[in-house]
């Protein structure tokens, strides 16, 4: 490949992209700028060096009620709701989108994209740099840890701090007692230099902490419309799930039931005494290495890859927030399986702990179930060939009536792109007809799906046919009008609302008048750019797009589609992230199709890196990849990236929130 493309490929593939490193290279030079800590570290390259301390503003004057002086700032952040602007915090563990610290330095550091709820800071001071303001985020999103170092803060401020070790993250605080309720995942420990999936499960027994207004109808469960999860922070993903199946927790399928932590810790406990452990230990099943739950305990959960639970997160902490008028329910008492998928990077034991808040959902919210999108249905469809890249697609169904108002996606390392797309766009003709497509074309390398055939979508423009049966009636015209006039709600007819804004226009209602006139309209093609919904280029930290007015879909099943895509990078931009069997875990359960070492690789990885491997055993393979004949330093380890569940592999899930009225 010319070298000026892969040039071009790595500045733009990489932008924003995050790799997980066990060692961090220590600066040189350290004699006025060595730290213990990465927040030590951002107290004095942030906060005292951009005179966030001077007694103006947050040194002893406490502007916003805000102390930074390095004896008190920690406590006056983390976890502190803001003084300044209701409904954030001054720092939120594991949440910058809820950290009015973050937001309020990238806005002005980033005056495109971010809007500070108050001001932008520094005030009257120049803004950070984009590395000042990447390292804050990065100690936000990996818990805003007091100690510890957060990986990549080093390089980013220009100083000098230990290795990364184990991070430990503050709990999260609970809701006050009367707003909602707090589970906790029993803790366990993952090995140094490792990862893990596992699955465990836990009882609990709320009743007597959910008042009545906060109850289902049958007094069996309980009503909630926000959840915010936070976890350790080296986990990957954290799926919680209510147990459905017939088992009581004295089944002994459950595999026995153990203090973890407080002062009966390790011993056996009866998972129904939620005090049997004591202050500081929970009572839970030992971890079991697991994928999704599946076939864990008594085996009838019903769950697999497929399943999205009650909440979870990809991150070190996630707020679930529902629509307006949209609820959630959980039994007030049960069995809770907790899926976990961790790795540790460092040379020392990391404990592993989850916590999840529920919020109770008022009298008059309490009035659209919420509908969960887990598309899993081509999780592995990937198979990238070494150091090539491949994009790949697939479509999901959304039911007439749906409001669409989150989308986002889940994915491993190597995924650098996911755009979604309204509409169902595929290959019109040639050997891949029906294909799910890009329509956007194919970069960096990635081969065509539709080997030269067009990628196009069709979709029936809204006319103002409430009821889609391809004519506009004199009632419907009379209810788009009535909409119009304030007299009715929009749900009355979303098709009479043509360009989705949530209002009918007097050139919506000519629309309707010319529709009934002349006919609907018939099918037109999608414009690519104009179909882009969502895009995210961190698959550590993906954007969950919130979508304001919601998205109503409505008419024909053939006008009721996402297309979504997801590129992914076998080493095309930078040969050495090339998947490798070395460095490839084992999955959690034996079976190929879950990924994990490749059985012979097929490209170099020392030696002649980036090119292709050649002869028929092992040794003639890393002879192939010398440098030059008889040199000894060539290596073949590069795979095939396909799907699986470890971190070297991929997956392929769309995700996101909707509600029927």
């Given at each position: 490949m010319p070298k000026l493309y892969r040039l071009l490929a790595t500045l733009i593939l990489l932008l924003g992209a995050t790799v997980a490193t066990p060692h961090l290279v220590i600066a040189q030079g350290c004699e006025d700028a060595e730290f213990n800590s990465t927040f030590e570290?951002?107290?004095?390259?942030?906060?005292?060096?951009?005179?966030?301390?001077?007694?103006?503003?947050?040194?002893?004057f406490k502007a916003g009620g805000l102390d930074l002086r390095a004896e008190n700032s920690y406590a006056n952040l983390v976890d502190?709701?803001?003084?300044?602007?209701?409904?954030?915090?001054?720092?939120?563990?594991?949440?910058?989108?809820?950290?009015?610290?973050?937001?309020?330095?990238?806005?002005?550091?980033?005056?495109?994209?971010?809007?500070?709820?108050?001001r932008p800071m520094p005030l009257d001071l120049a803004a950070l740099s984009e590395d000042e303001v990447e390292a804050v985020r990065l100690w936000i999103e990996r818990g805003?840890?007091?100690?510890?170092?957060?990986?990549?803060?080093?390089?980013?401020?220009?100083?000098?701090?230990?290795?990364?070790?184990?991070?430990?993250v503050k709990p999260l605080p609970p809701p006050p007692a009367d707003e909602g309720i707090q589970i906790q995942m029993p803790h366990w420990a993952m090995q140094p230099d490792s990862e893990r999936e596992i699955c465990m499960a836990s009882y609990y027994d709320i009743t007597d902490q959910v008042p009545e207004q906060f109850r289902t109808a049958d007094g069996t469960a309980f009503v909630f419309n926000r959840n915010e999860v936070r976890q350790s922070a080296?986990?990957?993903?954290?799926?919680?799930?209510h147990y459905s199946g017939i088992a009581g927790p004295d089944d002994p399928r459950w595999g026995g039931f153990f203090c973890s932590g407080g002062p009966h810790d390790g011993q056996a406990c009866p998972p129904t005494d939620l005090s049997f452990c004591g202050e500081g230990g929970l009572c839970g099943t030992?971890?079991?290495?697991?994928v999704a739950c599946n076939a864990f305990g008594p085996g009838d959960s019903g769950l697999g890859l497929a399943s999205a639970g009650i909440s979870g997160t990809q991150e070190t902490s996630n707020l679930n927030l529902f629509a307006p008028g949209v609820y959630g329910e959980i039994p007030l008492k049960g069995i809770i399986l907790w899926n976990h998928h961790a790795f540790n990077l460092t040379a020392e034991a990391a404990p592993m702990d989850a916590w999840l808040n529920f919020e109770f959902a008022p009298l008059e919210e309490q009035l659209y179930p919420v509908e969960i999108i887990f598309n899993a249905s081509?999780?592995?469809?990937?198979?990238?060939?070494?150091?090539?890249?491949?994009?790949?697609?697939?479509?999901?169904?959304?039911?007439?009536?749906?409001?669409?108002?989150?989308?986002?996606?889940?994915?491993?390392?190597?995924?650098?792109?996911?755009?979604?797309?309204?509409?169902?766009?595929?290959?019109?003709?040639?050997?891949?007809?029906?294909e799910a497509c890009s329509p956007m074309g194919y970069d960096f390398g990635s081969p065509h799906v539709c080997q030269g055939a067009p990628c196009e979508a069709r979709q029936r423009p809204r006319s103002g046919?409430?009821?889609?049966?391809?004519?506009v009636t004199v009632d419907e015209l009379v209810m788009g009008l009535t909409i119009a006039l304030g007299s009715a709600e929009i749900g009355a007819c979303h098709e009479a609302d043509v360009d989705n804004d949530w209002t009918i226009s007097v050139d919506e209602i000519v629309t309707a008048v010319n529709a009934a006139l002349n006919g609907t309209p018939g099918r037109r093609k999608l414009d690519p750019e104009a179909s882009l919904m969502y895009l995210s280029l961190l698959y550590n930290d993906p954007l969950v797009l919130r979508l304001e007015p919601e998205i109503v879909f409505?008419?024909?099943?053939?006008?009721?589609?996402?297309?979504?895509?997801?590129?992914?990078?076998?080493?095309?931009?930078?040969?050495?992230?090339?998947?490798?069997?070395?460095?490839?875990?084992?999955?959690?359960?034996?079976?190929?199709?879950?990924?994990?070492?490749?059985?012979?690789?097929?490209?170099?990885?020392?030696?002649?890196?980036?090119?292709?491997?050649?002869?028929?055993?092992?040794?003639?393979?890393?002879?192939?990849?010398?440098?030059?004949?008889?040199?000894?330093d060539g290596f073949c380890d590069a795979c095939t990236l396909h799907g699986g569940v470890t971190t070297e592999d991929e997956m392929f899930i769309l995700m996101g929130q909707y509600y029927v009225p």
């Open positions: 570290l951002i107290q004095a390259a942030i906060f005292e060096n951009h005179g966030c301390t001077e007694s103006v503003c947050h040194g002893s502190v709701k803001a003084e300044t602007v209701s409904g954030y915090h001054r720092v939120r563990a594991g949440r910058k989108d809820a950290s009015l610290l973050w937001l309020n330095l990238a806005a002005k550091t980033f005056p495109q994209q971010y809007t500070a709820p108050l805003a840890p007091k100690t510890g170092v957060v990986a990549g803060t080093a390089e980013l401020l220009d100083a000098c701090l230990p290795p990364p070790g184990v991070i430990e080296g986990s990957h993903h954290l799926i919680v799930s030992r971890p079991a290495t697991s081509e999780i592995f469809k990937m198979n990238v060939p070494v150091f090539q890249t491949e994009e790949i697609c697939n479509h999901s169904s959304l039911p007439q009536g749906a409001h669409l108002y989150e989308l986002s996606s889940h994915a491993h390392q190597r995924m650098k792109r996911w755009r979604t797309y309204m509409g169902r766009w595929q290959c019109q003709g040639g050997a891949a007809d029906g046919d409430c009821n889609a049966d391809n004519a409505s008419g024909r099943q053939a006008d009721r589609w996402l297309t979504y895509c997801g590129l992914y990078d076998n080493g095309f931009t930078d040969p050495n992230d090339v998947k490798q069997r070395a460095t490839s875990p084992l999955p959690p359960i034996p079976i190929s199709a879950l990924g994990g070492p490749c059985t012979t690789p097929t490209g170099c990885t020392a030696g002649l890196v980036g090119e292709l491997c050649s002869g028929r055993g092992e040794v003639e393979r890393n002879r192939s990849c010398d440098t030059q004949p008889g040199a000894g």
